[in-house]
């Protein structure tokens, strides 16, 4: 039989779940509300567990609270076993039929795979998908409830977290025809400086990633305008009122019926699109599913 923890060494299970709501919220408020909880309570927790380690889990910045080194990846753990027990106890419940909770940015859920959702239910053979958009994706270690995430861009996964990377990413600036024509885009990246730059809240470095990763000079755009959601962005450029960054995946439709254009044409992103799964969760038959499925349509795609 293999070694197993002996309990009395494990920490409290309520100084974990307080620091697991802190260091996912960002604030001992918020986590007290979410807890139903007072701060106090929280606060002494979080205490409880310092000592217990007998080393700081979290700075205290001007009176913000920020997790130190050895802090971030405690609470990558925490998450992944918290996510652990969660996706246990869901099982429990649900009796004989598996539900797979996935994580997925919502203009990528929207435009990419509720389309070929019904091919990936098929894949799964018996497993349930609930499939959960993400305004602003967080890591899977931050999300007890999901058993998997899709993330796009540079995103680095933790020792407790497997990346599988199943398809590329190309992204580029779009907008209508009349505003492409109105700012004379085709004559080349400087007229971008007329142009009002629409971004996102969720995907806040996508301009500076297309001016770094496409070779061209940053222009001083004349104005900017970000919104919550790169779906609003999109909408937005749609509707004229400026030039976004788009992924291919997101405007594709858009590209063929000539909604909008992309003066510029799309370039590669290196890291692509990937699913995030729990380390202990790679050899799980019906995430094994999953992931053979995103890389056949990933590379269909490609």
Do not use: C
Not at 210 to 216: D, I, L, P, T, V
């Amino acid at each position: 039989m293999p070694d197993r923890i002996v309990p009395r060494y494990l920490p409290p299970l309520n100084a974990l779940r307080a620091f697991d709501a802190v260091a996912r919220r960002g604030s001992i408020l918020k986590a007290a509300e979410e807890l139903g909880v007072v701060r106090g309570a929280v606060r002494q927790q979080v205490t409880l567990l310092e000592t217990h380690f007998g080393v700081p889990l979290f700075d205290r910045e001007n009176g913000r609270l920020v997790l130190t080194a050895k802090g971030r990846a405690f609470a990558d753990s925490v998450g992944v076993a918290f996510g652990i027990l969660a996706r246990a106890s869901a099982e429990m419940s649900e009796g004989n039929r598996r539900m797979l909770r996935l994580g997925v940015p919502s203009a990528f859920a929207i435009w990419w795979l509720m389309p070929r959702v019904a091919d990936l239910q098929a894949a799964l053979d018996g497993v349930d998908i609930d499939i959960v958009p993400m305004a602003t994706v967080e890591p899977l270690a931050r999300r007890a409830d999901l058993e998997a995430v899709i993330m796009g861009g540079e995103y680095r996964p933790t020792r407790d977290i497997t990346a599988i990377r199943f398809m590329e990413d190309e992204f580029a600036p779009v907008a209508t025809p009349d505003v492409s024509a109105r700012l004379d885009l085709d004559a080349g990246v400087a007229a971008l400086s007329g142009a009002v730059a629409l971004g996102s809240r969720s995907a806040p470095s996508l301009w500076d990633d297309w001016f770094a990763e496409s070779g061209h000079a940053s222009v001083r755009f004349a104005r900017k305008s970000e919104f919550e959601d790169l779906l609003l962005a999109i909408g937005a450029a749609r509707s004229g009122l400026g030039v976004a960054i788009a992924p291919r995946t997101a405007v594709g439709e858009d590209l063929e019926r000539g909604t909008l254009v992309a003066p510029y044409g799309f370039i590669r992103r290196p890291a692509g699109y990937s699913l995030s799964i729990r380390s202990s969760d790679t050899k799980d038959p019906a995430l094994v599913r999953l992931a053979d499925w995103l890389s056949s349509a990933g590379a269909a795609q490609s």
